[in-house]
């Protein structure tokens, strides 16, 4: 039984092949709309969502199939006082599949230990969100037509950032990526990444100048500073406002690069941006629902 915890759970071509099943999916949905007719998606929300959960729960419906869970914990077994293994052990005798999300970091890993069906990692912490990679990836391979040769900024909170550090980790698979990681200095990726890099020898470069570096990125992808993991609100404070894409600042960008965000936004990109073509974080978002088909036909063994 597979799950995905971390991105490197699929190969580079296992990975490829959701992709491409996810545009096989775009190009014809109606061979795909009873797929999954009898099966059950459980979701398992511990924390805050809206794209991610409701992305799931739109694709298990597209295909066919049912959706249950909880959005909100306060209203689960868990208020009671209840351990996450025992409410996986639980959910995993009524669904097929599982996708959860949870404040802690490694959760998800410590969920496939007692489930009887696959896991979905659809955010643990500030660790990994490996199905928002599949959907980066999803958006910048249908953009850019290539997921190699790209020098790749990304912006914000790059230390409590999962959405980065699961991007980072997948987009350095690939030959002659470069990573231009800009961020405030409290908020640099941690240094296992960097680490990581540079025991691969994978060309970064660390900086809080986003006006020096812009004018070279293929790809530029803003992230919120993520308040819920601060300790202190007055650091939140401090730093949340640090980067700002506004239509004067896109001035310089290449005419070819594109703008990805997560989302949610809070500040970082003003609205008078998402009119710029370059800005495609809204078809990100629908890149997210067929790459979560993909995902749930693959990980169920549905050809
Ligand atoms: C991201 C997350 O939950 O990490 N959102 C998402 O899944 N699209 C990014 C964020 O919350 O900032």
Known sequence: MRNLIDPFDFTVEETEGILNLAKEIIANPENY???CKGKILATLFFEASTRTRLSFESAMYRLGGNVLGFSDASNSAVAKGETLGDTIQTVSKY???IAM?????????????????????AGDGGHQ????????????????????????????????????HSLIKSMSRYPNNKFILVSPEELKVPEYITNDL????????????????????????????????FFNED?????????ILTPEKLEGLKEDMI???????????????DSDKRAVYFEQVEYGKFVRMALILTLLEIA
């Open 129 to 164: 969100h490996p199905t928002q990679t599949l959907t980066d990836l999803l958006t910048i391979i249908s953009k850019k037509g290539k997921l190699d040769g790209l020098t790749i900024g990304l912006v914000g909170d790059l230390k409590f950032g999962r959405t980065i």
């Open 33 to 35: 709309s009873e797929k």
């Open 259 to 273: 703008i990805l965000h997560p989302l949610p936004r809070v500040n970082e990109i003003h609205k008078s941006v």
């Open 235 to 243: 650091d939140y404070i401090r730093l949340k406002d640090t980067f």
């Open 198 to 229: 540079r025991e691969k020898n994978i060309e970064f470069v660390e900086t809080q100048d986003l006006d020096a570096v812009k004018g070279e990125m293929d790809i530029l992808y803003m992230t919120r500073v993520q308040r819920e993991r």
């Open 95 to 97: 669904s097929d599949i």
């Open 101 to 121: 999300r949870h404040p802690k970091e490694g959760s998800a890993l410590v969920a496939t230990k007692v489930s009887g069906v696959p896991i979905i990692n």
